[in-house]
């Protein structure tokens, strides 16, 4: 609890026990109505001197409907009809309303900043005699050298100077992957430091490093509201205003109708019973539960989601998320790992893979070309394979490479080539770059080198569909690499050979095409596709721990290359409308009911107050729902 | 210009009205205050954002006098 929590929880207490006092004095003594008063006037001065002088300064600004305006005529209304028991009850609960509200709102913002749990509290410098002095990391400059000791967070981002270790990304992207650095690779400030000593040139100091910008997402993220959260304080404007009028009618028109006898039989018409009633309409009128609890979930679904490496920029975009109607991919390096691998091999008859293999990354054992470097990577590094046995490789432009390996003459690469030297094969089926090779004139089979398809890609596209979202994939490679590709993941729609205006045609095309209500996603690296993102409702960079160009691209970050993250996404985002729309109808329906209770004299001031602050208190706890992470 | 402060807001329903009072003022292009952020967002015409951001903390003492602000 903060300093100004405990005070009033103090006040909260000491009006407590001055009420019971009031009390039992009021209960042993029969006091005239002015002791009474006077006896009751202590607790409740004591609980509420402050709302009495925010209404008076509210009155004075010209900004009169507020809460403290309501609260206070509402209880000097009571007091005035003598009923000082409910007129103290109703501040006393009002102010423990508002303290139970504002700590689980600081609890909340708290929690979040502690599951985030990246920021760092220190830096170890290292000085030029080699000694450490533990700085703040916000006094290190750039070009100064820090050491990340074994189990700490690095503080700022920088270059590995000495030292070898493994770094543990989970907190900034969710997954515990781990990756190893070694001196002149790059490290990122809020990963943890597995189990070597590092030395780390700083290169960014602590405001631009990724730590303190992710941070500034998440806390900005709130100031970017979603519709609803907008709606909710129109709403609010008008709400107050309205109740109070419906308050003021119900404390003037009956009591007038009886006069005028027009009052159905059986009705009171005592004034003091439907100004009491009216008193009663302007404490159920506070629109607070809705008011705190809706930006609450939204605060609640965006820290959540970051927990899981997933950066939200605003509530708009949860509530645009939460819509998803189409999800569009790039293909390289979103479904794919956007790296040349070897997929499959398929030797001749009685040629073993590894022969085959063997062969081919030896004859392209000098060759700097990327598809050497994945056979390379398939197979065996030339000095695995011992090098010296291939020679006099030739490179046969467009078409290969010819070598000597252990005496036999070899071919690698395409089908021109053997057909050229007329050696008979089998043609490979299938997306991505076809090698060829043979020995001795003997075709020894064929390798296929594609950009394969990341392992969780297919169950990720099965869940979107699962979900109900429509998936399209949109590639600049050729149709026929795409489609295979396509048929795998099992998308609903492709689109390939575009060029990066095409890509932002065919969304164009897409958001016409889609249902009104329905958003279109748009996942890509972030990097290449800046006008897509722009484009689509919601645009996602993937893979976006390191590149600052990415985050500022995108409307949603996802730190990791995941693109299971995005069905996530979606669900968390549709649980945080869940919990809003739950709100709001659980609360106004509440208040609707109370309404009626009062106005026919069922519901006292008691009800109302409990009503009140029972619904903001409900609505508040299932918004704190959303902090629980979502897997 | 844009810019973020740090702020205190007690209530949510204040922050809500404090934005309205901004965003009405003269020279404001935008503003956003976040009750779960303690923020404040001020877009605010260049030449006079000084003059505009001394208007808005004055806006917003007047709705809410508990208003504190970061400057």
Not at chain 1, 111 to 130: F, H, K, Q, W, Y
Not at chain 1, 280 to 295: D, E, G, K, R, W
Request: hydrophobic letters at 50%; a neutral charge; one cysteine or more.
């Amino acid at each position: 609890m903060t300093k100004k929590q405990k005070k009033t929880l103090r006040r909260i207490l000491i009006a407590a026990a001055l009420s019971v006092c009031a009390a039992l004095l009021t209960l042993r003594y029969n006091f005239g109505w002015y002791l009474a008063l006077a006896v009751w006037l202590v607790p409740y001065l004591t609980i509420g001197y402050d709302v009495l002088r925010k209404a008076l300064l509210g009155i004075k600004n010209g900004e009169v409907f507020d809460e403290n305006f309501l609260m206070a005529v509402a209880t000097v209304g009571a007091m005035a009809l003598g009923e000082y028991g409910e007129g103290v009850a109703v501040m006393l609960f009002y102010q423990i309303g508002e303290l139970f509200q504002s700590y689980a709102v600081g609890k909340s913002r708290r929690s979040i900043t502690e599951l985030m749990d990246i920021r760092p509290d220190t830096a170890n410098l290292v000085g030029p005699d080699g000694a450490l002095t533990t700085v703040d990391p916000e006094a290190v400059k750039v070009g100064d050298v820090i050491a990340v000791r074994p189990g700490e967070k690095v503080p700022l981002d920088g270059v590995v100077t000495s030292g070898a270790s493994t770094l543990n990304t989970a907190a900034l992207t969710g997954e515990s992957k781990p990756r190893s650095v070694q001196p002149g690779d790059e490290i990122l400030s809020g990963c943890v430091n597995g189990e070597g000593l590092l030395q780390v040139r700083v290169a960014k100091p602590y405001g631009e490093s990724t730590v303190a910008k992710i941070l500034e997402l998440v806390e900005n993220s709130s100031l970017k509201k979603a519709k609803v959260e907008n709606f909710i304080t129109r709403f609010a404007r008008w709400y107050t205003p309205a109740v109070c009028l419906a308050a003021l009618v119900l404390a003037v028109l009956p009591p007038l109708a009886g006069l005028a006898g027009l009052l159905p039989a059986g009705w009171p018409a005592g004034w003091d019973v439907w100004v009491l009633r009216a008193l009663t309409f302007l404490v159920i009128s506070c629109p607070c539960a809705l008011v705190i609890s809706i930006p609450l979930t939204f605060f609640g679904g965006i820290g959540g989601a970051s927990r899981s490496g997933i950066l939200v920029k605003g509530g708009n975009y949860l509530e645009a998320l939460a819509n998803t109607g189409v999800a569009v991919f790039d293909k390289t390096g979103t479904l794919t790992r956007g790296v040349f691998e070897v997929v499959d091999a398929a030797p001749a008859d009685g040629v073993t893979e590894r022969e085959l293999g063997a062969a081919a990354a030896l004859a392209e054992s000098y060759s700097s070309h990327p598809i050497a470097k994945s056979l390379w990577a398939a197979y065996g590094a030339p000095q695995a394979l011992d090098r010296a046995r291939a020679a006099d490789a030739q490179e046969e432009a467009g078409h290969g490479v010819c070598a000597r390996v252990d005496g036999a003459e070899v071919l690698v690469g395409n089908a021109r080539l053997l057909e050229d030297r007329g050696i008979a094969f089998v043609p490979a089926e299938g997306a991505g770059t076809v090698v060829y090779v043979a020995r001795d004139g003997r075709f020894l089979g064929s390798i296929r080198i594609g950009d394969s398809v990341k392992p969780g890609a297919a169950a990720a596209i099965a869940a979107l569909k699962g979900q109900g979202v429509r998936t399209v994939m949109l590639t600049g490679d050729a149709e026929s690499a795409a489609a295979p590709v396509a048929a795998a993941l099992g998308v609903d729609e492709v689109h390939a050979g575009l060029l990066p205006a095409d890509k932002v045609a065919q969304v164009e095309r897409l958001l016409a095409g889609k249902p009104a209500k329905s958003n279109l996603t748009f996942a890509g690296d972030g990097i290449n596709d800046a006008p897509v993102l722009m484009r689509a409702d919601v645009g996602v960079a993937m893979g976006a721990l390191g590149s600052d160009a990415a985050i500022e691209a995108a409307d949603v970050v996802l730190m990791d290359d995941d693109p299971a993250k995005l069905g996530l996404a979606i669900r968390i985002a549709r649980k945080c409308m869940r919990i809003v729309y739950e709100n709001i109808v659980f609360a106004l329906g509440v208040k609707a009911l109370f309404l009626l209770l009062g106005a026919v004299g069922v519901a006292n001031m008691w009800w109302a107050v409990f009503a009140d602050v029972g619904v903001m208190v409900l609505a508040v706890l299932n918004a704190t729902r959303m902090l629980r992470p979502m897997r | 210009m844009q810019k973020k402060f740090n702020i205190e807001v007690d209530c949510a329903n204040c922050a809500a009205k404090i934005e309205n009072a901004i965003k009405a003022l003269d020279g404001v292009n935008e503003a956003s205050v976040s009750f779960m952020g303690q923020k404040l967002l001020l877009d605010a015409d260049d030449d006079r954002f000084d003059a505009v951001l001394k208007a808005a903390v004055k806006a917003a003492k007047k709705v809410e006098p508990d208003f504190e602000i970061e400057l």
